[in-house]
């Protein structure tokens, strides 16, 4: 795909919404585990995401889905969302770097992929497995 043609797909723009609103997401998890206590933090973070998903209900015309394997799917994401998060404002209440604890925490594309090979048995090429040594390698460089 070309250069151009990247800014043409809905994906890429997606992504960078997905990036800016992690960024900032990351920054204001940060300042607010300063203020309160990781499981506080948790509890009204899942406040912010109401407004959103009140505007997609709406947006659907209050239509819920009906397959019970997509709601388990997405049920289970939401527990392991929340369990992550809450072990992330926990990292940020330790007093530690902001960047590092947000890089080391960014490399769970990592077993993201090492799931997908095993499981849904998808296959890298020679290049995204030197792009994964590259980005472990960065972190490890990144925490010194």
């Known amino acids: 795909m070309s250069t ?3 800014f ?8 960078i919404l997905c990036v800016l609103s992690w960024g900032a ?4 998890s940060k300042i607010g585990s300063n203020e309160i206590p990781a499981p506080t933090m948790q509890f009204i973070f899942t406040f912010g995401t109401l407004p959103v998903a009140l505007a997609l209900l709406v947006g659907r015309r209050f239509q819920l889905e009906k397959s019970p394997q997509g709601i388990f ?5 939401g527990v ?5 998060g809450l072990a992330f404002f926990a990292a940020f209440r330790t007093g530690g770097n902001t960047s590092v604890i947000t890089a ?7 077993i993201t992929v090492a ?7 998808e296959r890298l090429t020679w290049l ?3 792009g994964l040594g590259f980005a472990a390698a960065a972190f490890i460089i990144f925490s010194f």
């Open 4 to 6: 151009l043609a990247i």
């Open 8 to 15: 043409k797909v809905k994906w890429f723009w997606y992504s």
């Open 25 to 28: 997401w990351a920054l204001l």
């Open 73 to 77: 799917y997405a049920v289970a994401n």
């Open 80 to 84: 392991l969302s929340g369990i992550g």
């Open 104 to 110: 080391a925490t960014s490399l769970y594309p990592i």
């Open 115 to 121: 799931l997908a090979v095993t499981i849904l048995r």
């Open 128 to 130: 995204q497995i030197a």
